[in-house]
C-alpha cells in the first residue's frame, strides 16, 4: 500500500531502484531467517538439555573441563622417549624412559609412573602433570 503509493510519484528509473531495493532486502531477511533456522537447529541439543534441567552442574563442567590423563601409555611403547615430571612446588626433573624400564615392568604406565613418583625437594608424592618427549640423538 504505501509502496503503491511511492511508486505513482516516482519516475520510471527511481522506480526502478526502489524495487531492486526491495528484492535486495526480502533476499536479506530470507536470509537471515534461514541462518536463524540452521542455528536453532544446530543448538536443539544444548537448548533442550537446558530446558529439561538435566544438564552437569558447574563442578561437573569443571571436571570435564580439566586436563585428564586418560591415554593410558605403557612404558614398553614410548622406550625411545623420556618423561618429564613438575611438582606443585616448581621442581621438574626428567628420565630417560629406557632407564625407568630398567626398574619397572614394561606394562607400567606413564600414569603410574607420575602417581608414584617422589618430588626430591618437598617431598610430595603423586605429581598431577608430566610431558613425554623424544630426544634426538
Request: proline fraction near 3%; hydrophobic fraction near 40%; glycine fraction near 4%.
Amino acid at each position: 500500500m504505501l509502496i503503491d503509493w511511492l511508486e505513482q510519484r516516482l519516475e520510471y528509473t527511481q522506480r526502478k531502484r526502489l524495487r531492486k531495493l526491495i528484492s535486495n532486502l526480502t533476499e536479506i531477511v530470507y536470509v537471515n531467517a534461514l541462518f536463524a533456522l540452521i542455528m536453532l537447529i544446530m543448538l536443539s541439543p544444548f537448548i533442550i538439555l537446558f530446558i529439561s534441567g538435566d544438564h552437569p552442574s558447574s563442578t561437573d563442567w569443571q571436571l570435564l573441563c580439566t586436563a585428564r590423563r586418560v591415554p593410558v601409555t605403557q612404558l614398553y611403547l614410548i622406550n625411545k622417549h623420556h618423561i618429564s615430571l613438575f611438582c606443585q612446588c616448581g621442581h621438574d626433573s626428567a628420565f630417560s624412559v629406557q632407564e625407568l624400564l630398567k626398574r619397572l615392568r614394561p606394562d607400567t604406565t606413564v600414569n603410574q609412573v607420575a602417581d608414584k613418583a617422589r618430588c626430591t625437594v618437598c617431598g610430595r608424592k603423586g605429581n598431577k602433570e608430566f610431558r613425554l618427549y623424544w630426544k634426538c640423538g
